[in-house]
């Protein structure tokens, strides 16, 4: 079930959820002090690992971005 508040507070909460993660604690226990699921934590860790991991190709000039097949 989707928790209450806003997007924008859901967001600030995901947020704070990172930053104590950055600072050494467990999913279980960010879950615990946010009121959440510890697998929903984990999502958000995930995400963001993702995130930081694909950043450096946002910066390529990469051939044909525009998402057009190239003709032979």
């Known amino acids: 079930m989707r928790p209450q508040g806003s997007l924008k507070e859901l967001g600030q909460r995901r947020q704070r959820a990172i930053a104590l993660l950055d600072k050494g604690y467990q999913p279980v226990g960010v879950a615990s002090m946010l009121?959440?699921?510890?697998?929903?934590?984990?999502?958000?860790?995930a995400k963001v690992r993702c995130n930081t991991y694909f950043s450096h190709y946002q910066?390529?000039?990469?051939?044909n971005q525009t998402g057009e097949l190239s003709t032979p």
């Open 59 to 63: 910066n390529l000039d990469l051939p």
């Open 35 to 45: 009121g959440g699921e510890s697998r929903s934590v984990g999502r958000w860790k």
